[in-house]
């Protein structure tokens, strides 16, 4: 079901790809090839330091969007879990925040998926145990506060 899920949001015109990945940074479902799956787990690591920087301050961060490389790229943070998409306009940012929401709350009640995280289960603050944050971290962090 999962899989089922991403070729869903894949199929939303510009969008190249769509990656669930662990709290680990580990990427779980994955629909398009745009980048390596290695390079997928280096931007979860970098979104996942400035959630759990985030979320120890006291906020609780939902979402990101960020222009990256020529492309949009969204990730939608849940409970132990994260979804990165990557597109090509930013005409489909809304309808994709609307289809992320709906996308949560279904892989929530899927028990495949649920199996999934539980085994791939981590706290998020270990992140921020990996070292300083870097100069573009820290500008982005200051941004969202």
């Known amino acids: 079901m999962p899989e089922r899920i991403l070729k869903e949001i894949q199929n939303i015109e510009t969008v190249e790809l769509v990656a669930i990945c662990s709290f680990k940074g580990e990427i779980g479902f994955k629909s398009g090839n745009m980048i390596p799956d290695a390079d997928i787990g280096r931007i979860a690591v970098y979104l996942l ?24 790229l969204t990730a939608r943070f849940a409970d132990g879990f994260l979804i990165i998409t990557i ?11 609307i289809t992320l929401n709906v996308t949560v709350a279904n892989l929530l009640e899927n028990k495949h ?16 145990r990996r070292g300083n944050f870097d100069d573009l971290e820290i500008s982005l962090i200051s941004r969202l506060g």
Do not use: P, T
């Open 113 to 128: 998926f649920l199996k999934w995280l539980k085994k791939h289960s981590q706290d998020v603050n270990k992140h921020l």
């Open 87 to 97: 597109c090509s306009s930013i005409e489909v940012l809304a309808l994709l925040r």
């Open 49 to 72: 330091r400035i959630y759990a920087a985030q979320k120890a301050q006291g906020n609780k961060l939902i979402s990101m969007e960020l222009f990256w490389n020529n492309h949009f």
